[in-house]
Nanobody, 124 residues
């Protein structure tokens, strides 16, 4: 599966933004999809994940209640809806795909595919 992320930009604190990840490849429907982010000087960290059916989601504590992940298998797209953005959300956001069934096991080391990243900058 190949991934293409987009939707980043410069926003103000409290704003909302939606990131989009378009996938290609016939195996898309067998993968869980998710988002990671990497802030300057920090390691890439998990943000959110969604099962292949869309019936199960999982979030990092830092974004739970503010971010929502969703997917549309008809147009093989995954979204990350980000609300109430804060300066600490500033990072490059990467979409990722994995066949690991347990979301809490997802790390930057065991994803099967990565998108190219899209920058989100939140000003205070």
């Amino acid at each position: 599966v190949q991934l293409q992320a987009s939707g980043g930009g410069l926003v103000q604190a409290g704003d909302s933004r939606r990131l989009t990840c378009v996938a290609s490849g016939r195996a898309f429907f067998t993968y869980g999809m998710g988002w990671f982010r990497q802030a300057p000087g920090k390691e890439r960290e998990f943000v959110a994940a969604i099962s292949w059916s869309g019936g199960s989601t999982y979030y990092a504590v830092s974004v739970a209640g503010r971010f929502t992940i969703s997917r549309n298998n008809a147009n093989i797209t995954v979204y990350l809806h980000m609300n109430n953005l804060q300066p600490e959300d500033t990072a490059v956001y990467y979409c990722a795909a994995s066949q690991l069934q347990v979301f809490r096991d997802w790390t930057r080391f065991n994803m099967d595919a990565w998108g190219q990243g899209t920058q989100v900058t939140v000003s205070s």
